[in-house]
């Protein structure tokens, strides 16, 4: 497809469930909702090798994206064999290939909590700020005044319940994938993966923040080159879709002693 194609959000025969997710995504995620989805899913429980975790999304379809409904897993083998290709560094391809990986909380999630195959609003689309005014730059921002946190007076505008240039990295975000995968690895003893892809990881979801301009007053020194990391990713999370699959087995003989290299032997615990 060509690029104005892709995040089109206004026609296809998947907007209905995109849309729907997002309508329920943006009525359930408060700063109440995140602080127990915290609490209750990174208790790093689960162990799995790195394969045991893509194999798990062979049968998750994201209800959030409106470019692909193929499993998940087949989005992860793009995405990396497309930075493969391009000659990115081999952790920026590992990168590629487990950024989705904390989807795989549907295995132990639950309907209640958005986080099961058939409830995916606490797993999947594009992420936002809770505690503070929710921007015009989401999408559907007509489901923003859904959110019973936007009529809290703490938490209706611009700043919220932060300070200015406070950082992102300190500010609550909804909960999501990103967020879970990121604190997964970040308390896995044998993670060996650069700064800049840990920042992949964590805020590839959030485009009303490094693509639509949202939360400049949260910024500090440090967003500008977060964003471009996460700019320069989102590229091949973005563009490789299409409709072609790949063999995860045939894959592995490449990718893991990249998987090892950065990541070790051990099971990673989600």
Same mark, same amino acid.
């Given at each position: ?30 700063? +109440? ?5 915290? &609490? ?81 609003? #606490? ?11 929710? @921007? ?57 993966? @650069?700064? &800049? ?7 590839? !979801? ?9 939360? !400049? ?24 879709? +299409? ?20 990541? #070790?032997? &051990?099971?990673?615990?989600?």
């Amino acid at each position: 497809m060509e690029k104005t194609q892709f995040r089109n959000y206004e026609t296809g025969h998947l907007l209905p469930a995109v849309r729907e997710n997002y309508r329920k995504m943006r009525q359930n995620q408060t700063v +109440a909702y995140v602080r127990r989805m915290q &609490a209750k899913y990174l208790t790093f429980d689960h162990p799995m090798t790195i394969r045991q975790a893509l194999e798990g999304l062979n049968d998750f379809v994201d209800l959030s994206d409106p470019d692909m409904d193929l499993p998940n897993v087949q989005h992860l083998l793009q995405a990396a064999e497309g930075a493969r290709r391009a000659g990115k560094p081999d952790w920026f391809q590992l990168v590629a290939l487990i950024h989705d990986l904390g989807k795989v909380m549907y295995l132990w999630g639950c309907d209640e909590d958005g986080t099961s195959l058939k409830e995916q609003w #606490g797993l999947v689309g594009d992420i936002f700020l809770v505690g503070c005014q929710l @921007p015009q730059g989401v999408v559907f921002p007509e489901f923003n005044e859904l959110n019973p946190d936007m009529e809290n007076p703490d938490y209706f505008t611009p700043l919220g319940m932060y300070e200015a240039n406070c950082g992102i990295d300190n500010c609550l975000k909804a909960w999501g994938h990103d967020e879970y995968l990121f604190q997964v690895l970040s308390h896995h003893p044998e993670n060996r993966i @650069p700064e &800049a892809g840990m920042i992949m990881v964590r805020y590839h !979801s959030f485009y009303p923040w490094h693509s639509h301009g949202a939360y !400049s007053l949260l910024d500090d020194d440090r967003d500008e080159q977060y964003k471009e990391w996460v700019r320069e990713f989102n590229l091949f999370d973005l563009y490789t879709k +299409a409709p072609v699959t790949y063999n995860l087995d045939q894959l592995m003989e490449y990718y893991q002693p990249i998987i090892e290299k950065y990541l #070790g032997k &051990a099971p990673v615990y989600f």
